[in-house]
Nanobody, 128 residues
Framework: QLQLVESGGGLVQPGGSLRLSCAAS????????IGWFRQAPGKEREGVAC????????YYAESVKGRATMFRDDAKKTVYLEMNGLIPEDTAVYYC?????????????????????WGQGTEVTVSS
């Protein structure tokens, strides 16, 4: 059974950067599409980024496009989300999720309903 654990959250000043990690156990990540999601208090869960199971193709939400980079290191069984130019609106609990690929990989994979395995989340607060 695939298990995911996020880390790297914390308090960051506006304009700062961070790298979130999503480490897998129980299985390799090689065969999975991975997504990053976030949920701010009182808001719905939002897809932030996703990466193909088979190549480095990524999709990003408009809210983070140009500020976020997602990449995977399958040898380390870890997927990363780097964000810069952080703004208070980036404050949320960030989750990674995984699913075996079904159909074509496209920006529809930013939808939470596509994923079967979820981590417990890591909290990011952007504040001065």
């Amino acid at each position: 059974q695939l298990q995911l654990v996020e880390s790297g959250g914390g308090l960051v000043q506006p304009g700062g950067s961070l790298r979130l990690s999503c480490a897998a156990s129980g299985s390799t990540l090689n065969y999975y599409v991975i997504g990053w999601f976030r949920q701010a208090p009182g808001k719905e869960r939002e897809g932030v980024a996703c990466i193909s199971a088979t190549d480095p193709t990524t999709y990003y939400a408009e809210s983070v496009k140009g500020r976020a980079t997602m990449f995977r290191d399958d040898a380390k069984k870890t997927v990363y989300l780097e964000m810069n130019g952080l703004i208070p609106e980036d404050t949320a609990v960030y989750y990674c999720a995984a699913a075996l690929p079904v159909g074509k990989f496209n920006n529809g994979w930013l939808g939470a309903y596509m994923y079967d395995y979820w981590g417990q989340g890591t909290e990011v607060t952007v504040s001065s």
